[in-house]
């Protein structure tokens, strides 16, 4: 009150009054600035704690706590019935799932990206808009019995084909990007010599468009990897389960969970995605980064 | 053309639109049959279905429960993906934008690291977090025997999907932020214009369109989740069963495939009119295609 009053009767130079003012909002604001970060790390941090530190804990429990540190936990692993084989699952249905979307994603893209057809980009448009309606959520009751009809159920196959169909209008606008950058003449000279168009798909575009090829593989194996309805929709035998859908039964079927066993799997079932990710990250940058993960 | 007639590139083309239209294409449309059915998991009318015509949608429409589904999906979605997620996401970019070294790089790993693990891991990370005898919550907040996911169901999943989601509006709005003319900012700090107007007069305005990108996006995706239900399974007894989970348990654990199908339609409405929203948006943005690249690659993926 009183400084509000001195100033009011003495009004301070203009040059200093806007030199202090600014230099204490700036102190504030830099301040606040500090305490909002360290709450985010807080945030973010704490629930992760719990995967950084757990699998080491010779007696994990469910709080963060400092480890008494032991590799023992990642034996529990080989010890479970499930535990191996469900990573065997999901590594099946995740290359299962690449090898259908980059060979069907590639021909679709060439051809698209090579042939005029009236109505192309609005074919295009069509499906990427379907695939982002027709989600996995939004259409389960459908897909869970037309693969119940096709007598796929309990298959990774039934997996691979309804993710493959998910994500091949993505895949095929992203390739069809890297297609249309490939300059033809080179499929010129090759035609010249008598390939023919599946020649010159194998021969010339598969080699030039690869990082595009790369992109997607790592695109569509992060996108399978973690998901967790369509296999659970799918797949109900436990010894078919990926390990997103085993680590889900590991704490709701088993009573008292084993925490060195999740807390081991959990982590190990984690870590390729992240690598995968970070490595595309510092490759691609942003362009794909909300692509890279739904 | 490279020797690719218009027959050769069907050839081509042919087997991915098989795939697209079986697997995508076909449920989309199965499920209006679907729905006007008394379809179940079970018994007869597994073996033997009959058509019900509307049936379904009266039972669904005078169901309380539906209603409430409803109405916690539209709190779900406002609260954790419009307001959560955005402003959260929004923040951090800001917080973030002059910062360089290892805080920035700390809080953007730790955020996009929560976005990356898989949905089972992330949701037994806030399970035991949240646990009511050992969870690490009450340990800090010294409130033993708080059972937080049955008391508080509905928030706690809202700040679950805060927790995972965030990582994309941080993304989106940092690049957004980037793209802000430097000059236009300067000329705002020149005329004295605090943070606070700074962002209002001058930044707001020149990320008007990421803002809605983000905005339809977000409600798109958060709309569409299903992890909540690796959390809760939308209990205790409906408190947050969301409409995601309302379908799945409805149809699967409840054997009502006809009704699950009924509701699969309602929703599939819903991201219609959502997506079209995009589209509109994006048309209008084309006209200035640098803003707009990396959302539309983003929009691409919101599959499965």
């Not at chain 1, 249905?93 to 609005?122: K, N, Q």
């Not at chain 1, 691979?160 to 033809?184: C, E, N, Q, W, Y």
């Not at chain 2, 992890?227 to 699967?252: D, F, W």
Request: charged share 10%; glycine share 8%; proline share 5%.
């Amino acid at each position: 009150m009183t400084e509000t009053r001195t100033t009011a009767a003495a009004p301070p130079p203009l040059a200093a009054r806007v030199a202090r003012a600014p230099r204490a909002r700036h102190f504030v604001s830099r301040l606040l600035t500090v305490i909002g970060l360290a709450l985010l790390v807080v945030f973010f941090g704490v629930p992760l704690a719990w995967l950084a530190t757990a699998p080491f804990d010779s007696a994990p429990t469910l709080a963060v706590a400092w480890p008494d540190w032991t590799l023992s936990n990642f034996a529990a692993i080989g010890e479970n019935r499930y535990a191996i084989g469900s990573f065997v699952n999901s590594a099946i249905i995740g290359f299962g799932t690449c090898v259908v979307v980059l060979v069907l994603g590639a021909f679709a893209s060439y051809a698209l990206s090579r042939v005029r057809i009236p109505g192309r980009d609005g074919l295009l448009y069509a499906l990427l808009l379907l695939s982002s309606i027709v989600t996995g959520t939004a259409a389960m009751v459908p897909t869970f019995q037309l693969v119940n009809m096709l007598g796929l159920i309990d298959t990774h196959l039934a997996v691979v084909l309804v993710v493959s169909g998910g994500t091949l209008p993505t895949v095929i606008f992203i390739l069809k990007d890297f297609m249309d950058s490939i300059p033809r003449s080179y499929e010129e000279s090759a035609r010249l010599y008598g390939a023919r168009p599946w020649q010159i798909l194998r021969d010339v575009v598969v080699p030039i468009a690869r990082p595009g090829l790369a992109f997607v593989a790592v695109w569509t194996l992060v996108q399978v990897w973690g998901n967790f309805l369509v296999p659970y929709l799918l797949i109900r035998r436990t010894q078919q389960q990926p390990a997103a859908v085993l680590m889900y039964t590991f704490y709701t079927e088993s009573g008292q969970a084993d925490l060195r066993l999740l807390s081991a799997f959990a982590l190990i079932f984690s870590i390729p995605i992240i690598v995968m990710y970070f490595l595309v990250n510092r490759r691609y940058g942003f362009r794909f980064h909300g692509g890279i993960k739904s | 053309m490279a020797g690719l007639g218009r027959f050769g590139a069907g050839a081509f083309v042919a087997p991915a639109l098989a795939l697209i239209g079986l697997f995508l294409v076909f449920p989309a449309l199965w499920t209006i049959y679907l729905g006007m059915t008394d379809y179940r998991l079970t018994g007869l009318q597994a073996v033997d279905p009959s058509f019900v015509g509307l049936d379904n949608y009266e039972q669904i429409l005078g169901d309380p429960a539906f209603w409430r589904s409803l109405r916690l999906t539209l709190v779900f979605v406002l609260a954790s993906g419009i307001v959560g997620q955005s402003l959260l996401g929004f923040a951090i970019a800001w917080a973030l934008r002059r910062l360089t070294g290892w805080l920035k790089s700390v809080v953007e790993t730790l955020v996009l690291a929560a976005w990356v693990i898989p949905a089972s891991v992330a949701s037994f990370l806030w399970i035991a977090l949240l646990d009511r005898r050992g969870g690490t919550l009450n340990e800090i907040l010294g409130t033993q025997g708080t059972a937080w996911l049955i008391e508080h169901p509905m928030a706690m999943i809202i700040i679950f999907n805060i927790w995972v989601g965030t990582a994309f509006s941080m993304l989106l709005f940092s690049s957004a932020l980037a793209s802000v003319p430097p000059s236009q900012l300067e000329s705002a700090r020149m005329a004295g214009a605090s943070g606070w107007q700074q962002l209002r007069d001058v930044v707001i305005p020149n990320i008007r369109g990421h803002i809605l990108t983000n905005t339809l996006l977000i409600t798109l995706w958060t709309f569409n989740t299903f992890t909540p239900y690796l959390v809760t399974a939308g209990g205790p007894n409906g408190a947050s069963e969301i409409l995601a989970v309302y379908i799945y348990n409805t149809a699967i654990p409840g054997g009502q495939l006809g009704v699950g199908a009924a509701i699969s339609l309602i929703m599939l409405l819903i991201n219609l009119v959502i997506a079209l929203g995009y589209l509109r948006v994006g048309r209008a943005r084309a006209a200035r295609p640098a803003e707009a690249t990396a959302a539309e690659t983003a929009g691409g993926a919101a599959t499965s």
